[in-house]
């Protein structure tokens, strides 16, 4: 009998997934609040009212359909940012479709979190019976297409926004 090969992978980190509360808004506006953060999402930080908007939608979007974009925890339950999936929210682009994405605070990038908080909702998307998920990725960043791979997402198409910008659409069958 032959021992297993050890892995060279740092082990993923534990992550705690919550459904965004009102507080969370102020949380995600503090993290975020970074411009390499930002570099993909309008390029400077966006306004409270944002984030109060978007934490109430993703309650509505769990209500409604079992997941949504949750808060993001680490071991000591200090917010990181947000990850899973709603529904394409913009009249462009692969419209009906279900959306995974993340969003982390700077200081918790290289660490992850994004891969191991996007498995887990791929697990509770699947459980919830989705039956495919998007992610779609500016084509310049490279750290969201890393973890599209690490998902085993394939490049579906590429795309231009309506303000020019080129993308990626990743699919990946559940």
Excluded at 8 to 27: F, G, I, N, Q
Excluded at 85 to 105: C, D, S, T
Excluded at 121 to 142: F, Q, S, Y
Aim: hydrophobic share 40%; with cysteine.
């Amino acid at each position: 009998m032959t021992s297993p090969t050890p892995s060279t992978a740092a082990p993923a980190p534990a992550v705690k997934l919550r459904v965004p509360t009102e507080e969370d808004a102020y949380a995600w506006h503090r993290v975020f609040d970074h411009p390499e953060v930002m570099e993909f999402h309008g390029g400077k930080s966006a306004e409270l009212s944002v984030y109060e908007e978007l934490t109430a939608r993703q309650r509505m979007h769990d209500a409604e359909l079992g997941f949504c974009l949750w808060t993001l925890l680490d071991e000591e339950d200090r917010v990181l940012g947000f990850t899973g999936a709603q529904p394409w929210p913009h009249a462009w682009g692969p419209k009906g479709a279900m959306e995974i994405g993340w969003r982390l605070g700077r200081e918790a990038w290289g660490r992850g979190y994004a891969t191991a908080a996007a498995r887990t909702t791929l697990d509770r998307v699947r459980a919830a019976g989705v039956r495919e998920v998007v992610a779609m990725v500016a084509a310049e960043n490279e750290r969201s297409i890393a973890v599209t791979r690490r998902l085993g997402m394939e490049l579906a198409e590429t795309y231009t926004t309506p303000t020019g910008r080129k993308g990626h659409c990743f699919k990946l069958a559940l």
